[in-house]
């Protein structure tokens, strides 16, 4: 048996990780062969709830979770941290502007930065959930300077697997006959959702779909705006699909990307595609040994490349706005 990993949550007794932590506890995220110690953090009032979310998943009995540690002690969450997911912080508020969030959330992403600078593995992979995400994973990366910047991520796999479904969808197949779905930029509806190079039963998306318009008009925003259109029959922002994907990005990460296929991260740009080095930005990647690479070179159309700017300048400016943060 391997020795347990450390995975640091945040946000734990909150809706995404009442459906994340069985499935990280029950071996999907690091394999069937690895065992996990679950280090839990809350803000203090909610503590009870994340004690019953405790006992639940001692009443479980997975074989693989050989510890939990419930805390609002950030200190005591990161200490020795493999990996960390993100997920909580504050949701948008009635009258709250968009800077305003910005600023509240980024506030708990430079306070978690210097933590887990201090007390985490050197090595831990991080994702991070909470809204907005690429901007609190750059805040977090700029105030953990001796956490390599590649180890900072984000998360754009729910929009990718939305992308999927839907692409899916329209040509009557399946999930699994389609390769190469695409999500360049920010997790907000500046995404820029791209089938260019993705195929279906090894066939040229564009060229099965044959329909230009639909892509644009359709495809694109669909995905785009998937998460309201949830929050608007559900009443609550996506959890199950947001679980399920945080679920995908690190396996993929930790495990690999599946053969002649790959994901979309956002993680720290290299400058590939134009795009400012250091800005947290979703490309397409592929991973390998636990890292990952951002496909290159690829033929990027003036259509897609004009918005993949939009993007960057959306995220440039939620940085900007949170400057006295990093
Ligand atoms: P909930 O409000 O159900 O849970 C969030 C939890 O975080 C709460 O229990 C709260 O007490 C806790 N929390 C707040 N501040 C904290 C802090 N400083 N330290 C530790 N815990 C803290 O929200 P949920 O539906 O679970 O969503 C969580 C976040 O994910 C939100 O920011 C949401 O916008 C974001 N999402 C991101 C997605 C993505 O694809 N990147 C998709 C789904 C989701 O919208």
């Known amino acids: 048996m391997k020795a347990p990993v450390r995975v640091a949550v945040t946000g734990a007794a909150g809706q995404i990780c009442y459906s994340l932590l069985f499935r990280v506890a029950n071996g999907e995220m690091f394999g069937k062969d690895q065992p996990v110690i679950l280090q839990l953090l809350e803000i203090t009032p909610a503590l009870k709830v994340l004690e019953a979310v405790a006992m639940e998943l001692n009443d479980c009995a997975f074989p693989l979770l050989h510890g939990i540690v419930p805390t609002d002690s950030?200190?005591?969450?990161?200490?020795?941290?493999?990996?960390?997911?993100l997920v909580?912080?504050?949701?948008?508020?009635?009258?709250?502007?968009r800077s305003d969030l910005l600023k509240d959330n980024g506030k708990i992403f430079s306070?978690?930065?210097k933590i887990v600078d201090?007390?985490?593995?050197?090595?831990?992979?991080?994702?991070?959930?909470?809204?907005?995400?690429?901007?609190?994973?750059?805040?977090?990366?700029?105030?953990?300077?001796?956490?390599n910047?590649?180890?900072?991520?984000?998360?754009?796999?729910?929009?990718?697997?939305?992308?999927?479904?839907?692409l899916a969808a329209k040509v009557g197949g399946k999930v699994s006959d389609i390769k190469k779905m695409l999500i360049w930029g920010n997790h907000s509806t500046t995404q820029v959702p791209d089938i260019t190079y993705?195929?279906?039963n090894?066939?040229?998306?564009?060229?099965?779909?044959?329909?230009?318009?639909?892509?644009?008009?359709?495809?694109?925003?669909?995905?785009?705006?998937?998460?309201?259109?949830?929050?608007?029959?559900?009443?609550?922002?996506?959890?199950?699909?947001?679980?399920?994907a945080v679920v995908d990005h690190m396996r993929d990460w930790v495990l690999g990307t599946a053969e002649g296929d790959w994901t979309s991260m956002a993680v720290s740009s290299d400058g590939s595609y134009g795009i400012e080095k250091g800005l947290v930005y979703s490309y397409p990647v592929i991973c390998k040994n636990g890292d990952w690479t951002i496909i290159p070179n690829l033929p990027v159309n003036d259509f897609i490349k004009a918005k993949m700017k939009e993007s960057e300048k959306e995220l440039q400016e939620e940085r900007d706005t949170c400057k006295d943060l990093l």
């Open 74 to 85: 950030p200190e005591v969450a990161f200490k020795d941290a493999d990996y960390a997911l």
């Open 111 to 113: 306070a978690l930065g």
């Open 118 to 147: 201090k007390v985490a593995s050197k090595n831990i992979k991080i994702v991070v959930v909470g809204n907005p995400a690429n901007t609190n994973a750059y805040i977090l990366s700029k105030n953990a300077p001796s956490i």
């Open 198 to 200: 993705a195929t279906i």
């Open 88 to 97: 909580g912080a504050k949701p948008r508020g009635p009258g709250m502007e």
């Open 202 to 244: 090894g066939k040229a998306a564009p060229t099965v779909v044959n329909d230009d318009a639909w892509t644009r008009d359709a495809f694109i925003p669909t995905v785009a705006k998937r998460g309201a259109a949830v929050i608007a029959a559900r009443g609550a922002s996506s959890a199950a699909s947001a679980a399920n």
């Open 149 to 166: 910047p590649r180890n900072i991520t984000a998360l754009t796999r729910l929009d990718h697997n939305r992308g999927l479904h839907q």
